[in-house]
């Protein structure tokens, strides 16, 4: 890398930064569906445990390799030892995956933003509205086109830190608006079945595919196994506390997913009674959802049109960070310039998000195991490369470098209050764990067990 790793000058810097890539579309459009999706409550709980166990053992490890070795995860692995330096590898494969499809969904943003300056809101309100859209042949392509083309200008320009500065501004407004939304959803008519739906766990709708749903979002949400909190690892200053700044990035990372399934959840038994096709709706439900909240509020298309004004640049600060990665493992590879690598990386993207954008319209029938392909893609990165990346990075810093190395680290800056935790977790308990959930989930996916 020829740019010089400057560290973060304020140790909340870090937290800020870390929580600006973590903060994305994972927490309001991919939390909520499957919240929804997965019975609701015992999906919150699953999602939560999870979080504060493998989260944090996971998020603590990465950030301390990064802060360790100064390197970004392709080479970070193997500084450490290198025989293991494939896992770092491996970890590049997944930003190549998510920036396509993740475009895909960007592109969704932009289409409704512009719906909403043109003040055409309530007719996004409408039942039919955004299946009518996503079944065109053109137009969703043109969305995608366009969102791809700001991330790449941008990336291209090397103005992302404007960007993110402005967003930086952006985020706390995002925040606020969504729980006032929230508050506003769970007071409609219905909604009280909904809110129970969201917060109390039915057993009952307990599996393994929830549990691998809420692991492979986890990953997704928090930036965790693709090598970005590596990265920002890399950049953080020695005296800052990797623990606390775990634990702030969780808490921001998680209260604002949940906010969003607050807001989407419950809508849908205000405004479907509940409807268990809705439930399932998948990638579509914010929106279908949203349209309608605002449709019923005073003020609404004023409303609806900051919201995904804001959301759209938290998904563009997502994806440029995506694609700023993607170009530079092509760059420390390949040694090409800047400019050219963007452009490869750009043309690269948009041929691999065709084919998501169109499965969910006009190749509808195109099923990869049983999945519609901006799904396969999903399912591909978060709930089979992400686990396998996981479990390794736990083997090799459980057996290979052993656990004190990443201790150690966290203990410059002070104590480290869950250190016993983080040991027997990232040794016993996490690789088993995901390995055992990986396993069967695979084979329940073959219909050799079900579960
Ligand atoms: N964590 C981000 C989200 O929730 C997605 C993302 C992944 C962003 C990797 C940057 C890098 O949307």
Redesign the pocket.
């Known amino acids: 890398m020829e740019t010089k790793r400057n560290s973060f000058t304020s140790k909340i810097g870090f937290v800020f930064a870390a929580a600006g890539?973590?903060?994305?579309?994972?927490?309001l459009w991919r939390f909520p569906y499957l919240a929804a999706k997965y019975g609701g409550g015992i999906f919150l709980l699953t999602y939560i445990i999870l979080a504060v166990t493998f989260g944090f053992t996971l998020m603590v490890a990465e950030i301390a390799i990064g802060r360790k070795t100064g390197k970004s995860a392709i080479e970070a692995y193997g500084q450490l030892n290198n025989k293991w330096g494939f896992i770092g590898k491996m970890t590049a494969i997944v930003?190549m995956i998510?920036l396509p499809y993740y475009c895909v969904i960007g592109g969704w943003v932009t289409k409704y933003f512009s719906v909403y300056l043109l003040g055409n809101g309530s007719v996004a309100a409408g039942d039919t509205y955004f299946g009518d859209f996503i079944s065109k042949p053109v137009e969703p392509i043109i969305w995608l086109l366009v969102y791809i083309a700001a991330t790449a200008i941008i990336v291209m320009l090397g103005v992302e830190k404007g960007i993110e500065k402005f967003s930086k501004i952006l985020m706390p407004v995002l925040v606020v608006l969504s729980v006032g939304i929230a508050i506003y959803t769970i007071t409609l008519d219905g909604a009280t079945e909904g809110v129970k739906y969201y917060f109390m766990p039915d057993f009952s709708k307990f599996s393994v595919m929830t549990v691998l749903g809420a692991l492979g979002q986890l990953f997704?949400?928090?930036?965790i196994a693709?090598g970005?909190m590596i990265t920002y690892g890399s950049y953080m200053p020695k005296e800052a506390n990797i623990e606390k700044s775990v634990h702030q990035i969780e808490l921001f990372d998680t209260g604002i997913a949940m906010v969003a399934g607050l807001m989407i959840v419950p809508s849908v038994f205000v405004f479907t009674g509940g409807d268990e096709a809705k439930l399932q709706a998948g990638a579509g439900l914010m929106f279908e959802m949203l349209p309608k909240i605002f449709d019923s509020m005073p003020f609404g298309s004023i409303i609806g049109f900051v919201f995904f004004l804001l959301v759209f640049f938290a998904a563009l600060t997502?994806s440029i960070?995506?694609m700023e990665t993607v170009v530079s493992i092509l760059r420390d590879k390949f040694n090409i310039p800047r400019i050219r690598t963007c452009l490869v990386v750009l043309v690269g993207c948009i041929i691999l998000a065709l084919p998501s954008s169109l499965g969910y319209g006009h190749w509808d029938g195109v099923k990869i195991l049983g999945l519609s392909i901006l799904d396969f893609f999903d399912f591909l990165s978060n709930s089979v490369i992400m686990p396998i990346v996981a479990f390794l990075t736990c083997i090799f810093v459980g057996f290979i470098v052993k656990p004190s190395v990443i201790t150690n680290e966290v203990k410059l800056a002070g104590k480290f209050k869950q250190e016993k935790f983080f040991t027997v977790m990232i040794k016993y308990i996490a690789p088993f764990c995901i390995l055992a959930i990986l396993i069967s989930s695979v084979l329940n996916g073959l219909g050799i067990i079900k579960i």
């Open positions: 890539s973590a903060v994305g579309l994972g927490n930003p998510i997704y949400s928090m930036s693709m970005i997502s960070s995506l």
